[in-house]
């Protein structure tokens, strides 16, 4: 006696109880492989769109110069979105960083001393602008920048950014690359390497006021000379 | 009651629609971006959440809309509104003005008791759709997945 056979013999309520507990047996399978397939593509998905996916692109030398107006720019930082074009009427702080750099690992103590006194006045962005991974091997990704931050206790908005958009536009050869912007767009100044809080901070207190910023943050070496600052991946 | 779990499926399945449509929308970088911002999971969590999190909403609200699996989705919303409302705690006692990207990054909404207070207020939402699923015009009972009878079985 074969499967319908059976059926057919078998009590209707039965039968249609049997029934139902097949369909529901087919909807749960159903639904797992669904979810199961999502979840593959998802996985490869995330590693695909969080990690840069053309490392021979990296930027070296941006064409920029104090005075032009700044390249316009827009990333999702760990604060939410920044968009320079809509900059709150402020001076913005623009750091472009590698993860594997010492200098950007210990300038983020100086930010972050600025960040916690200044961020009212001033808006700061960091943006990753390597195309190497804090590994120095593989392609920098997001978790490498997250990381990043969580290792130095960054408190300021940090951003990754997998094009390196930003750091084609502003990267000056070495890292960390800073660049203050005025309330009005302006290129005021463009350091290269660690920088001393308290230039910093002069520059940025200039700038808030609409007074004259010292070019290059008041280092010795004309901007936009590196100083210590290894050379771009 | 039927109908009124119906329509509380439909508010809460169609705000996590709107909020999961709203992730995806930006990527997986802003939203990563977003939950780094919290300061709380591992960097090597954080890239694959900020791909996973706007679909996961997105599958739980349209489950929701249509009633499919509404007991275990209404519990796991309840949980994910739960653990959000954790999270933005956890924003406002360690002063950290970090946007929750609730809707996406284009809705900047600062950290706050009151947000906290919403999301625990949807937590007991979803619990309660939990409790009295599946309502009415619900897949679940169409396909008899809720245990009662379904409507072509009872004549």
Redo the contacts between chains.
């Keep these: 006696m074969n499967r319908s056979e059976r059926r057919q013999n078998m009590n209707p309520a039965r039968a249609?109880a049997q029934r139902?507990a097949q369909?529901?047996t087919t909807?749960i399978y159903a639904?797992l492989a669904v979810?199961a397939v999502?979840?593959i593509v998802?996985?490869g998905?995330?590693v695909r769109?969080?990690s840069l996916q053309n490392a021979a692109d990296a930027p070296t030398q941006a064409q920029i110069s104090v005075g032009q107006i700044a390249p316009t720019f827009a990333v999702?930082?760990?604060?939410?979105?920044f968009d320079l074009a809509n900059n709150g009427g402020k001076p913005t702080l623009l750091e472009l960083f590698a993860t594997w750099c010492p200098h950007c690992q210990r300038e983020t103590q100086v930010l972050d001393a600025l960040y916690a006194s200044d961020a009212s006045k001033v808006n700061f962005v960091a943006v990753s602008a390597s195309s190497m991974g804090s590994d120095e091997a593989t392609p920098e990704?997001?978790?490498?920048v997250?990381?990043f931050?969580?290792r130095f206790r960054v408190?300021y908005p940090i951003?990754?950014d997998?094009d390196l958009g930003v750091a084609k536009k502003y990267l000056q050869g070495g890292f960390p690359t800073i660049v203050l912007i005025s309330k009005d767009n302006k290129i005021l100044a463009i350091g290269s390497g660690e920088l001393p809080g308290a230039q910093l901070q002069k520059a940025m207190l200039a700038a808030t006021a609409g007074k004259a910023v010292d070019p290059t943050f008041g280092t010795a070496t004309p901007a936009p000379k590196a100083s210590g600052a290894s050379s771009t991946k | 009651m039927a109908l009124a779990v119906f329509i509380a499926r439909l508010l809460l399945g169609a705000l996590l629609l709107v909020a999961g449509i709203l992730k995806a929308h930006d990527g997986p970088t802003a939203t990563a971006s977003t939950i780094a911002g919290f300061r709380i999971l591992p960097a090597t969590i954080v890239a694959p959440l900020g791909v996973a999190l706007p679909y996961l909403e997105i599958l739980i609200g349209g489950y929701l809309v249509v009633g499919l699996f509404t007991r275990i989705v209404a519990a796991v919303a309840a949980f994910q509104f739960v653990v959000f409302a954790i999270a933005v705690g956890s924003l406002v006692v360690r002063h950290i003005s970090a946007n929750c990207g609730c809707f996406g990054s284009g809705v900047n909404t600062p950290p706050s008791w009151g947000h906290v207070a919403s999301d625990l207020a949807l937590a007991l939402f979803a619990l309660a759709i939990a409790r009295y699923a599946p309502g009415a015009f619900a897949l679940d009972d169409r396909l008899g997945l809720s245990g009662s009878p379904a409507p072509d079985a009872e004549g």
């Design positions: 249609e139902k369909q529901r909807i639904t979810l999502l979840a998802g996985v998905y995330a769109s969080t999702s930082t760990t604060s939410g979105p990704s997001q978790a490498d997250i990381g931050m969580q408190i951003a990754f997998p």
